[in-house]
């Protein structure tokens, strides 16, 4: 006959007497082997332990951080790169003088361009000549954008022959900083120069380059000049504003001067076309200014201003927040008649 074995009963260890089911889940998850992961990481820390032995406090906090992470459950190594590698895999060399020197400079110069600091862009870019560093096309980049800034465009033209004596060639965005700057002090005569060289050096047309040419003639009155300007981008594809199979003028990411030309090009388009074709012509349709409040629907407005007073039209106009001003067809056939009237009375003016 088999003896039971006693049970003793009582009170559950405490908290302080280190036994206890919640002691031995910590001893287990301690002696549990760390992944391969996470010895690489104590080893990596061992080492930068040793060199804050050394005297570097630096390290040994680096090397407490390193032992956490390794600790963590679910960590690589690939996690946090201690040593900087380059494509091959093998250690990247540290930067050379020269190549701190320049990147100096060019940190300095984009510092100039955000303040419109044009003088000290070209202090920078002479000391660079003078200590014979090499002035990258990102050093005369930002040495343009401070002069567009500031509204130079003396200095901005200026830095275009620089850069062909020290055998950078100007690009576009050399050429549209000075645009830029023409624009803020109004010398269209120049701007148009700009593009006339451009040209001639066989650079290809760009949107952002005809946009701010456009706006420096509209603001200096050149209407005409503008319209002629856009028929030339829009023959060359660079204005795609008609959307929808003609339906939408999308005018959200054109800015507000250029959008004045570009609607009453389309206006005056539209409505020969409607006089010409009759039914066949496309009819009305929406011009689209972007989401806005009342208060900052600025293009709506101008949008609204080109309408109402220069060509008398009865437009439709949602709210701002809808961005969206519809134009009928009937409205533009009325254009497009007295468009006609006018242009036969002074053509029998002229042959009388």
């Known amino acids: 006959m088999r003896r039971a074995r006693s049970l003793s009963v009582g009170p559950p260890p405490s908290a302080g007497s280190g036994v206890g089911p919640s002691d031995g889940a910590a001893r287990a998850e301690r002696r549990r082997p760390l992944p391969r992961a996470g010895r690489l990481a104590l080893r990596v820390a061992a080492s930068l332990a040793a060199v804050g032995a050394a005297g570097g406090l630096a390290a040994s906090a680096l090397a407490a951080e390193a032992m956490a992470m390794g600790r963590r459950r679910g960590w690589s190594p690939t996690a946090v790169r201690f040593i900087s590698r380059g494509p091959q895999g093998r250690p990247k060399p540290p930067p050379s003088l020269e190549e701190q020197t320049v990147r100096g400079y060019e940190r300095d110069l984009a510092d100039c361009e955000e303040r419109g600091d044009w003088a000290r862009a070209l202090e920078l870019l002479g000391w660079m000549a003078t200590d014979r560093v090499q002035r990258a096309r990102r050093a005369w980049a930002s040495a343009a954008g401070a ?206």
């Open 147 to 352: 002069c567009a800034r500031a509204g130079r465009w003396v200095e901005a033209t200026r830095l275009l022959e620089d850069m062909d004596e020290a055998r950078v060639p100007a690009d576009h965005g050399a050429f549209s900083a000075a645009i830029e700057a023409c624009e803020e002090q109004g010398a269209h005569e120049h701007a148009t120069k700009l593009m006339l060289d451009m040209g001639r050096r066989g650079l290809p047309a760009q949107l952002d380059t005809y946009s701010k040419y456009l706006r420096v003639l509209v603001q200096n009155g050149r209407v005409e000049d503008a319209r002629a300007l856009y028929a030339e981008a829009n023959t060359l594809g660079l204005f795609s504003v008609w959307v929808n199979r003609g339906r939408f003028l999308d005018l959200q990411e054109v800015p507000i001067e250029v959008a004045e030309v570009v609607l009453r090009f389309a206006v005056e388009e539209r409505a020969d076309t409607m006089v010409r074709q009759g039914k066949a012509g496309k009819g009305g349709f929406y011009v689209l200014t972007g989401q806005a409040n009342k208060a900052t629907a600025f293009k709506q407005q101008a949008v609204i201003r080109v309408m109402r007073e220069e060509f008398g039209l009865k437009i439709r106009v949602d709210p701002a927040r809808f961005g969206r001003v519809q134009v009928r067809g009937t409205e533009l056939r009325r254009i497009g008649e007295e468009r006609l009237r006018a242009q036969a009375v002074s053509s029998n003016v002229y042959m009388r």
